[in-house]
């Protein structure tokens, strides 16, 4: 299990699996930079525990294979692949103490100077001084912690992590996700992070794929998925888009010209996904701004008219919605930066936007539009 050689890359190259006529990894190629944090983003059941289980050697693949570096690891047993699992529900032996529990690696490969490598190991996740504990008389984030250093004094090239912070409440959620990053930076391993949280995946991971019914439908940084999201899909489940069902008409110089709903728009070229037909124009919801009756649009602005049905205030921002003419609602976030007043429900509106924040995805001709968060649910259903 040990291999102190550099590791190389991590690929998946046309890695399928099939359960019974049902296939739910869907040939999935995809390269993990070595050192790099690379998260697994999708719904429930779209796959991400299954893709997991084949690189670790859980599960054989109905196809495709497994590369670490030059090393094709397809056909090794699980505990001759240098990759180490944490799962989400990391059973710890309730028996021992975190010491042994840390330990148990080590021992099982008859490894001598055990002491050293687990105090170093506890070190580092933070727990120095709880080595005589039990895991009951842990909390849960502690426990968590536990079976991080578990899997690392093993010194694995590939760490895989599947939900592990999942029965964490939200600040433990939050404080082991930092942890989590500071480790990955300190011991220099490729990650492999499964989660069906966006921010959870975007606060930690270089590299995001997000993944839908077995298939990736994107990845690249943060940041790329999403100020421009290549489909309707990540649009709505790595954050909330509005997306408006529209056609492009032409083009005017760096512009594509879009008719929705009776009105033009216009989207740089270089923010469309698709070069003409039926598209999907999509705008963020922080990147709408309201303005009321009677107030001038700032210039280069576009927008449509409608109605605020709902106001909702949280704290960091108040999220309005907008019933347009034709009856879509629109979300619009403003960010509580103590400028501008608030606007009640009833009141008549412009939602008005910037053309370069827009962009535009291919659509299916009998789509309409598609506004709100996507939740797992319907993620699942469609
Ligand atoms: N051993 C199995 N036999 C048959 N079907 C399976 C098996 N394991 C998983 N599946 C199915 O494969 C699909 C993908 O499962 P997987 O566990 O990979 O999903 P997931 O993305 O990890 O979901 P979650 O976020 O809920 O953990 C699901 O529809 C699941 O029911
Ligand atoms: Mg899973």
């Not at 939602?351 to 924040?357: A, L």
């Amino acid at each position: 299990m040990t291999n102190d050689q550099p590791a190389g890359d991590l690929r998946l190259a046309e890695l399928s699996k099939r359960f019974g006529p049902a296939t739910v990894v869907d040939r999935l190629d995809l390269t993990v930079g070595q050192g790099g944090f690379f998260a697994l983003l999708g719904p429930s059941g779209c796959g991400k525990t299954t893709t997991l289980r084949m690189i670790a050697g859980l599960e054989e693949p109905t196809a495709g294979r497994v590369l670490l570096g030059d090393r094709d690891i397809s056909g090794l047993r699980p505990y001759r692949r240098p990759v180490n699992t944490v799962f989400q529900s990391y059973a710890l032996f309730p028996h021992l103490d975190v010491f042994e529990n840390v330990a148990f690696g080590l021992r099982r490969r008859k490894v001598r100077e055990v002491a050293e490598q687990v105090r170093r190991m506890l070190a580092l996740v933070q727990l120095d001084g709880y080595d005589r504990r039990r895991p009951a008389e842990l909390s849960g984030g502690q426990q968590q912690r536990v079976a991080l250093a578990r899997a690392l004094v093993n010194h694995p090239q590939v760490l895989l992590l599947d939900e592990p912070l999942g029965a964490l409440d939200l600040k433990l959620r939050r404080q082991m996700q930092l942890e989590l990053k500071r480790i990955q930076t300190e011991v220099g391993l490729t990650f492999v992070h499964v989660t069906h949280d966006q921010e959870e995946a975007m606060t930690m991971a270089d590299t995001v794929a997000v993944m839908n019914g077995g298939r990736i439908e994107q990845s690249g940084t943060p940041a790329e998925l999403y100020e421009f999201p290549a489909t309707a899909f990540v649009a709505s489940f790595l954050g909330q888009s509005n997306l408006l069902a529209g056609e492009v008409t032409g083009r005017h110089g760096a512009d594509l010209l879009v008719e929705a709903y009776g009105s033009r728009f216009s989207v740089p070229a270089a923010r469309s996904r698709a070069t003409g037909g039926a598209v999907h124009l999509g705008v963020r919801p922080e990147k709408l701004h309201l303005i009321a009756e009677g107030e001038q649009s700032p210039a280069g602005t576009q927008g449509v008219a409608g109605v605020i049905s709902d106001v909702s205030y949280v704290g960091v921002s108040t999220q309005y919605l907008v019933r347009t003419g034709w009856g879509t609602e629109l979300a619009a976030f403003a960010a509580n930066s103590g400028t501008a007043a608030r606007l009640p429900v009833g009141a008549a509106v412009t939602v008005g936007w910037r053309p370069e924040h827009a962009f535009l995805l291919a659509r299916e001709p009998g789509d309409g539009d598609r506004t709100g968060p996507l939740l797992d649910e319907a993620a699942v259903a469609s």
